[in-house]
């Protein structure tokens, strides 16, 4: 199995642009997660999905962010319009189903906003 | 309620020496508590994972030392390595919610 993959791997964009990050959990997950990862603030959990459907996004910090999950092996993350503190690495990571709550991360995207 | 919280946030071993983080958490519905690692570049990975009805996990090097009572748990490491140089995060969960509750991380430098 490949792992999870997310794309791009490093972005760096100016202020005011839009950004998105995409992910494809692994097959026969049915469980994605988004989560922040900043010096300051730890790994922070934006949002997640169970079969699709988005179940809790209380930590996605403000309408900037939007999150879609359209099928069962794609998502995005979609930051409009991107501020420097937003700079961060982003990671997605995927759960089966039944499985004991193990969460396989991606590699993360770094992001970088000027 | 829903914190986890982790120390140190950082610790320099020497290469055998037992590294020992600790983490705390208050809500006493958490029945699943995992530790990642995760190096420089990669994402965090599973790497050992204790439930509240056994008191001591070991796998390899890696313990995992639980106090229910005092809703406490900690990661030892035996016989530190230079590769085991990683930033650490503890985790809790209830079972059945997939969501993780994370701590803070904590860097560990293992040195030769």
């Known amino acids: 199995d490949a792992g999870v993959i997310q794309s791009p791997r490093h972005e760096v964009t100016e202020m005011g642009q839009e950004v998105t990050l995409r992910c494809k959990p692994i097959?026969?997950?049915?469980?994605l997660f988004w989560y922040r990862q900043t010096m300051m603030r730890g790994l922070e959990l934006l949002i997640y999905?169970?079969?699709?459907?988005?179940?809790?996004d209380s930590g996605m910090p403000e309408d900037r962010f939007s999150a879609k999950m359209p099928n069962a092996s794609f998502s995005t993350l979609k930051i409009q319009p991107s501020e420097p503190r937003d700079s961060a690495v982003y990671f997605c990571?995927?759960?089966?189903?039944?499985?004991?709550?193990?969460?396989?991360f991606g590699p993360g995207t770094r992001l970088t906003v000027l | 309620q829903q914190q986890v919280k982790q120390s140190p946030q950082s610790l320099i071993v020497q290469k055998g020496g037992i590294p020992i983080i600790n983490c705390a958490y208050e809500?006493?519905?958490?029945?699943?508590f995992p530790w990642y690692q995760q190096f420089p570049g990669k994402g965090p990975a599973l790497l050992i994972a204790?439930?509240?009805?056994?008191s001591e996990k070991k796998e390899g090097r890696f313990t995992i030392s639980f106090n229910k009572s005092a809703k406490q748990f900690s990661l030892h490491i035996m016989d530190s390595q230079p590769g085991d140089s990683a930033t650490y995060f503890c985790?809790?969960?209830?079972?059945?919610?997939?969501?993780?509750?994370f701590g803070q991380g904590t860097r560990l430098t293992i040195n030769p």
């Open positions: 809500n006493t519905a958490f029945d699943y």
């Open positions: 985790a809790a969960s209830i079972t059945g919610a997939q969501k993780l509750v």
């Open positions: 204790i439930r509240p009805d056994v």
């Open positions: 999905f169970n079969n699709n459907v988005p179940i809790d």
């Open positions: 097959s026969g997950h049915n469980s």
């Open positions: 990571a995927s759960l089966r189903g039944g499985s004991y709550n193990e969460q396989f």
